[in-house]
């Protein structure tokens, strides 16, 4: 009779997702503060509605949009709250991590792309370009991040 004893490795996959989940979200939520960041300096503050957009979508990351409001404006943070969308979704089980923000307030997005100047001159007339402006700030982040699994081997005996 012949026996063998083989010794093999084994991965202990659940701690390697766990610690790249751990990872995956940090990674996200930095960067969606870099993004933000960005992109709310080139917001002016008016009536508070295009920051208020950003509400939302900052939530998800406990992000602080500094809404403030110019003394002689209405307030309309309301209403840019209620055109704001987005936020972070993080599943581990099917690696997708992501950050989303959209609205739909006409100004703002005229604002984006287009010098609207009404007949009171605004402090800082469009286009803003805060995403494309937001956008290279956050791929600047990204070349600074790199992720590691570390974790232990450990072996099996299998009795042929």
Known sequence: MFEAILKAPTLNIRAI???LDRQLRRTLAEGAFVWLNAAIAEI???????RATFLIAARGIDYHVDLGQAPN????IP??????????VCDKASGVYTFSYSTTLRHLITNEYE???????LKKPGPYR?????M?????????????????????????
């Open 17 to 19: 997702r766990d610690s």
């Open 44 to 50: 002016p503050v008016w009536s508070g509605a295009a």
């Open 73 to 76: 404006a209405p307030n309309r």
């Open 79 to 88: 209403l840019g709250e209620s055109l704001g969308e987005g936020g972070v």
């Open 115 to 121: 010098n609207v100047n009404p007949p009171i001159p």
């Open 130 to 134: 805060f995403q494309e402006i937001a």
């Open 136 to 160: 290279a700030a956050y791929q600047n982040y990204l070349g600074s991040v790199s992720f590691s699994a570390s974790f232990k081997l450990s072996e099996k005996e299998y009795t042929v």
